[in-house]
């Protein structure tokens, strides 16, 4: 697990480096907080490079309540898959984050979009019983479409 944070924080630390190189203001890879992400839990954080409003979920939660379209980076720090939803409820478009995967980035088309989340990676998208597969993965910084 000790690597899995060394690379999340190398991650943070090569944003930041691109950040100052490209003169863009962003927040100071020292400030993100892993720490606030116990183990067992699934975590998102406001803003890239895991800054800004933080919100933990441990199970199947159907509303985000204020941490509602408003995740730009997460942490799975889970043993099982999670699956995130666009929509309340468990419904809309989904997004399967690996066992211990995170993304300090999470790119468009899903960045600031999450409404619910689940448990496991059997979970799909499929509204009336159909089984349809999520249209995104993430795994230990990456972003790949399913």
Not at 71 to 90: C, I, P, Q, V
Request: contains cysteine.
């Amino acid at each position: 697990m000790l690597s899995a944070l060394r690379r999340k924080l190398a991650g943070v630390a090569v944003a930041g480096m691109l950040a100052i190189g490209f003169g863009v203001a962003n927040a100071s890879p020292a400030s993100a907080d892993l720490n606030q992400c116990f183990d067992g839990y699934y975590c998102q954080w406001e803003h890239s490079n895991y800054t800004g409003d933080f919100g933990q979920a441990r199970y199947d939660t159907w509303y985000f309540g204020p941490m509602t379209d408003s995740a730009s980076s997460l942490w799975n720090n889970r043993a099982e898959w999670a699956t995130l939803y666009l929509n309340t409820s468990y419904t809309g478009e989904c997004l399967w984050v690996k066992p211990r995967g995170w993304h300090y980035a999470i790119p468009w088309p899903m960045y600031d979009r999450f409404d619910s989340y689940r448990v496991g990676r059997h979970w799909t998208k499929g509204q009336f019983g159909e089984s349809v597969p999520c249209s995104y993965t993430i795994g230990e910084g990456t972003f790949v479409k399913t």
